[in-house]
């Protein structure tokens, strides 16, 4: 069975040779990269299933600059692996389209857990046949080009607007608690965070319910939380 392959972007040979180890030895097949713009070229030529990536890195290309450049071309998942623990730089990765976001010095065991989970989670959600779509009241949500659908035209959602969806759509008919859905979405430092949540429900109500001052699929429940209503699922 082949191996899932990682590529570690880091400038610091150190760390990027603790990490190689570590992978190694969890079974991973491991690329490495010290400059963002060599990191784009390998993504493309190599196909890993997953990127570690440090915010930090020498030359012109910076960690943030580069998500923006694969997500042009590749939905496939960013970890961000970096020194960096100010909020404002994680909520920063986080609405640039990346998995999950692990601050140094890390623990080897919770970064491997981190790592599965990214890709149990693209790996196992859901078998729903070849085009791999959900039909959900009048939305069509096609999970291989990340599209969703509805009334017939395509109607665009930011990576944490669909991610959010998705995570409702998984467990629909059922009430999620905002700390769910934060961890979900945007990880487990995001668990306080429900403003944020409010915030996104409320873009996702305008884009996606007829009457949002009304909405009837995606539904608040006081005091609880909110839960996405299908006629489907």
């Avoid at 196909?47 to 030359?59: A, C, K, T």
Wanted: aromatic share 6%; charged share 25%.
């Amino acid at each position: 069975m082949a191996k899932d392959r990682i590529l570690i972007c880091d400038s610091d040979i150190k760390i990027a040779s603790l990490l190689r180890q570590i992978l190694t030895d969890a079974g991973f097949e491991v690329l490495t990269a010290n400059k963002g713009d060599r990191a784009i070229q390998m993504i493309a030529l190599e196909q890993p299933h997953l990127l570690l990536l440090e915010i930090d890195l020498s030359g012109e290309i910076d960690g943030f600059e580069m998500i923006d450049r694969v997500r042009e071309f590749s939905e496939f998942p960013v970890i961000v692996l970096s020194s960096r623990s100010n909020p404002n730089d994680i909520l920063n990765g986080y609405d640039r389209g990346i998995d999950d976001y692990v601050t140094k010095p890390f623990n080897a065991r919770n970064l491997l857990v981190r790592i599965k989970a990214v890709r149990r989670r693209l790996l196992t959600f859901p078998a729903l046949g070849m085009e791999c779509e959900i039909f959900v009241n009048d939305l069509v949500i096609n999970l291989l080009r990340r599209e969703v659908i509805k009334d017939g035209i395509p109607d665009h959602l930011t990576r944490t607007e669909y991610n959010l969806l998705v995570e409702l759509v998984k467990h629909s008919n059922q009430v999620l608690l905002p700390e769910q859905l934060l961890s979900a979405v945007w990880g487990d430092l995001f668990q306080t965070k429900v403003d944020n949540l409010r915030s996104y429900i409320h873009i996702l109500r305008r884009k996606l319910e007829c009457n949002p001052a009304q909405p009837r699929m995606l539904i608040s429940k006081p005091g609880v939380g909110y839960m996405l209503v299908s006629d489907q699922l």
